[in-house]
């Protein structure tokens, strides 16, 4: 089992910056992949990028990609998202993920942090 606790929303004006966070625990996360989503009300669940615990490696979705920065601190078991150049777009309530490597799904979610961008 993987808890994740997600932190770090709030109220920002657009062009401003935020940083979530995301505190693992319950296992180490060495065969992890660590996903960023959010939800708009009457949206769907979009994914906003993601990381390779292992390799640091990232993915972003176009739409925050030169925006956004994904993050890892293994000594915290904490993965990060920087979010710079925020637009009233962004808002929406940001959920972390967490999967294992050899599986397309992710299993374990964080509750969620609310993040409101006005214009």
């Known amino acids: 089992q993987v808890q994740l606790v997600d932190a770090g929303g709030g109220l920002v004006q657009a062009g401003g910056s935020l940083r979530l966070s995301c505190a693992a625990s319950?296992?180490?996360?060495?065969?992890?992949?660590m996903g960023w989503f959010r939800q708009a009300p009457g949206k769907e669940r979009d994914v906003v990028g993601s990381?390779?615990?292992?390799?640091?490696?990232?993915y972003y979705a176009d739409s925050v990609k030169g925006r956004f920065t994904i993050s890892r601190d293994s000594a915290k078991n904490t993965v990060y998202l920087q979010m710079n150049s925020l637009k009233p777009e962004d808002t929406a309530t940001y959920y972390c993920a967490a999967r294992l490597l050899y599986s397309t799904r992710y299993g374990y979610w964080g509750q969620g942090t609310q993040v409101t961008v006005s214009s």
């Open positions: 990381i390779t615990w292992s390799s640091g490696s990232t």
């Open positions: 319950g296992r180490t996360l060495s065969s992890y992949a």
